[in-house]
C-alpha cells in the first residue's frame, strides 16, 4: 500500500494551469499538506492539481476508458498494439504486476490524497461560502475515484451467492497523508456495500454545496449536475433504478445541457451543450502526447494515431446503414494499420474528452422508467427515439428492454462503459460470466507486499 501513502515531492504543473485562464495559480497534483496549503487559494490550486493527475492516462485521460472496453471486447473491438498489458486485459489473463492495474490504482489514490489534504485544511479558509465550496469539490473528486476503483478491482455490486456487504471492495482512504511516514501505515479492503455508502455520501455532500454552471474553460470542473450525473451511474451500477431515475431526470431537467445537433459536435468541439463532465485538453496538454493517449490508441489517420484497437464487424453491423453514428463515427483508418474499422469519437490530440454526455442521462432515464413500469419526464420510446432522430436514423414504434440496452451500446460505445453496463446486467463477454473474476483487476503486486493486511483478488 505504500504508493498510496508515500509523500510525492510537490509539482508545479503550469502547462495546466496554462490553459486555465480563470485560475491565476498553480496547480498542485501532490502536496504536503502541513507546508503547501495555507490559503483558499492553495486549496483551489490543489483541487485543480487534482484535476490534472485524472486527465492523466492512468484515469480519465486514457485507462478508465480503455480497459473497460478491452474487458469487454467480446464481438465488439480487438486491441492489436504491442503493449502487453493492454492485451493482457483483452484477453483476460492479467497477471499481478500488469501496468495498467498497477498505474490506475496509484494515480486513484493519488488524487484521492489530494483531496483529502484539501479536506483537512479547510479551516485555513475564513470565507463559509468558499469552504463549503472547496469541501464539495474535494468530496466530488474523491467520490467518483473510489467508485472507479471498486468497479475495477472488486466484484460487481450484484455478483450472486455472497452480498456487497461481505464482498471485498477497495480501501476507503478518507485520511490525509502528510509525510512519508504515513507509508508504514496499513490499511484492510472495505466491503462493497461500504464503498458505495462513501461513495454516495461524498458525491450526496458534492450535489448539496457544488455550483449550478462553471464559467470558460473552467467548465471542465464538477457542477451539482455532475455530481448528480454521477449519482445517476452508481445507483444504475446497482440496479437502483428508482434513484438512478430521479437523478438523470433532474440533469434533464436542469435545463443546463441540450442534445447537440450532431452526433460528432461532442468530440469535435470544446464544451458543448451536451457535454456534463468533460475533460480539458489543448496542443500543450493533453493525454495523448506520449504514445498514451485515447487518440494514440484509437485512430488510424495520416500522422495521427496507432490504430491499437479496430472495432468488429459483429459491433458494426448493429447500426442501420443510414445511421450517422455508423457513417459519421467510424470509418475505414488510412494511417498506422490501414483498412479497418475505427472509432471516428476519438481522432485528435488537443480535443476535449467527454466524460458523461447529456445522451447518457436520456438512456438511463428511459431505460429506469421502462423497469419501473413508469413515465418519468417522458415514455421510454420517445427518450429512445430522441436519440435515434439525433442520429438520422428510423424511429422506433415499439420497445423491449434488449432495444434500450442495445441503443445504449450504439451510441456510448468507446467511452468507457462498455464492461460496467455488462456487469451490471448480468451480460457475458465470449465465455466469460458476468462475475467471472477475471473481468476483475488485480491488487497491484506491490500494494500486496508492501501491506500485508491487503487481500489479494480470486485467480491471481
Not at 471498486?150 to 477497495?170: C, E, F, M
Not at 456487469?423 to 497491484?444: A, C, M, N, Q, Y
Request: with cysteine; aromatic share 8%; charged share 25%.
Amino acid at each position: 500500500m505504500k504508493r498510496i501513502f508515500m509523500l510525492i515531492s510537490v509539482v508545479v504543473a503550469l502547462s495546466f494551469a496554462g490553459c486555465i485562464k480563470e485560475l491565476d495559480i498553480q496547480p498542485l497534483d501532490a502536496i504536503d499538506a502541513s507546508i503547501a496549503l495555507e490559503t483558499a487559494e492553495d486549496l483551489e490550486s490543489a483541487l485543480v492539481g487534482a484535476y490534472s493527475i485524472m486527465h492523466g492516462g492512468a484515469l480519465y485521460g486514457t485507462n478508465l476508458n480503455l480497459v473497460s472496453e478491452l474487458l469487454g471486447s467480446a464481438d465488439y473491438c480487438q486491441w492489436r498494439g504491442t503493449f502487453q498489458s493492454y492485451r493482457q486485459i483483452m484477453n483476460k489473463n492479467m497477471t499481478i504486476d500488469n501496468a495498467e492495474a498497477s498505474r490506475t490504482w496509484i494515480a486513484a489514490y493519488r488524487a484521492i490524497n489530494v483531496a483529502n489534504n484539501v479536506l483537512a485544511n479547510l479551516n485555513k479558509v475564513s470565507d463559509a461560502d468558499t469552504r463549503a465550496a472547496l469541501e464539495a469539490e474535494a468530496k466530488f473528486i474523491r467520490g467518483i475515484l473510489h467508485f472507479e476503483l471498486v468497479r475495477l478491482y472488486a466484484k460487481p455490486w450484484n455478483a450472486p451467492n455472497t452480498g456487497p456487504q461481505s464482498r471485498l471492495g477497495v480501501p476507503i482512504m478518507l485520511t490525509a497523508t502528510a509525510n512519508e511516514a504515513a507509508a508504514s501505515v496499513k490499511v484492510r479492503r472495505n466491503t462493497i456495500e461500504e464503498v458505495y455508502a462513501q461513495v454516495i455520501k461524498d458525491l450526496q455532500d458534492a450535489e448539496a454545496a457544488l455550483p449550478e454552471r462553471r464559467q470558460g474553460n473552467n467548465r471542465f470542473r464538477a457542477t451539482t449536475y455532475t455530481a448528480k450525473a454521477f449519482l445517476s451511474r452508481v445507483y444504475l451500477q446497482q440496479q437502483n433504478y428508482a434513484l438512478a431515475l430521479q437523478k438523470a431526470h433532474e440533469v434533464i431537467e436542469s435545463g443546463e445541457y441540450r442534445l447537440n445537433a450532431s452526433v460528432t459536435s461532442a468530440f469535435r468541439n470544446k464544451f458543448t451543450s451536451e457535454t456534463i463532465f468533460e475533460l480539458y485538453m489543448n496542443e500543450q496538454n493533453n493525454a495523448g502526447t506520449a504514445n498514451d493517449g485515447l487518440t494514440t490508441f484509437y485512430a488510424s489517420l495520416p500522422g495521427i494515431g496507432r490504430s491499437d484497437v479496430r472495432i468488429l464487424a459483429p459491433f458494426a453491423n448493429l447500426y442501420e446503414p443510414d445511421d450517422e453514428r455508423l457513417t459519421e463515427l467510424i470509418y475505414i483508418g488510412t494511417g498506422r494499420r490501414p483498412g479497418s474499422r475505427q472509432t471516428g469519437k476519438w481522432t485528435q490530440f488537443e480535443q476535449n474528452i467527454p466524460v458523461i454526455r447529456l445522451a447518457e442521462m436520456y438512456l438511463t432515464r428511459a431505460e429506469c422508467n421502462f423497469r419501473l413500469g413508469s413515465n418519468v419526464g417522458s415514455t421510454p420510446l420517445d427518450d429512445i427515439n430522441l436519440i435515434r432522430r439525433r442520429a438520422r436514423t428510423s424511429s422506433l414504434t415499439t420497445l423491449t428492454l434488449d432495444d434500450i440496452l442495445k441503443e445504449r451500446s450504439l451510441e456510448l460505445c468507446f467511452e468507457g462503459l462498455r464492461i460496467h453496463d455488462l456487469k451490471r446486467t448480468e451480460r457475458s463477454t465470449g465465455s466469460f460470466p458476468f462475475d467471472h473474476p477475471k473481468l476483475v483487476f488485480p491488487i497491484p503486486e506491490r500494494e500486496i507486499r508492501a501491506n500485508s493486511e491487503l487481500e489479494q483478488n480470486e485467480s491471481y
